[in-house]
């Protein structure tokens, strides 16, 4: 059985609950989740949670956790109730920005061997992402003469 990964967006699906209605919420949700290489979202007291925390952290990776429950703001239990709309179950696991899904589709992704080739891929995305950022800078700093600046 191969699982395919969806970005986030448009291809989830949002019948599953009326509690998924609220676009800003899906949206923060997406800009969390595009904002780092893996992105667990979690419940601190889950035990499926703990496993897939483990299971990453045990790979070398170190994920960017939301837990959601000890959100001070009412936002985490609304994206907690999105996420289960959307998806059925928490966590919800994204991989360079793109849906990998709950337990069961993370632990299949890893057994069939297709886990470790979306991490790398969001490593390079990551990476490349930082150089071109550097590259950006430095051509900023070529670009700025001191002689044409003008204070006040």
């Not at 993370?106 to 057994?111: G, T």
């Not at 950022?133 to 700025?144: A, G």
């Amino acid at each position: 059985m191969t699982y395919q990964t969806k970005s986030w967006g448009s291809n989830i699906p949002t019948t599953r609950s009326s509690t998924t209605n609220d676009p800003a919420i899906v949206e923060r949700i997406g800009r969390l989740a595009a904002a780092n290489a893996v992105v667990i979202f979690s419940i601190s007291t889950c035990s499926m949670c703990h496993a897939v925390k483990k299971l990453f952290r045990n790979m070398g990776v170190n994920p960017t956790v939301y837990e959601l429950d000890e959100d001070p703001s009412r936002s985490g239990r609304e994206m907690e109730r999105a996420l289960i709309g959307l998806i059925g179950a928490i966590p919800v696991v994204f991989v360079g920005g793109k849906l990998v899904g709950d337990t069961d589709r993370v632990m299949a992704c890893h057994i069939s061997g297709t886990l470790v080739p979306l991490l790398k891929d969001a490593d390079r995305g990551i990476s490349s992402t930082e150089e071109e950022e550097e590259e950006e800078e430095e051509e900023e700093e070529e670009e700025w003469d001191p002689d044409s600046a003008h204070f006040g």
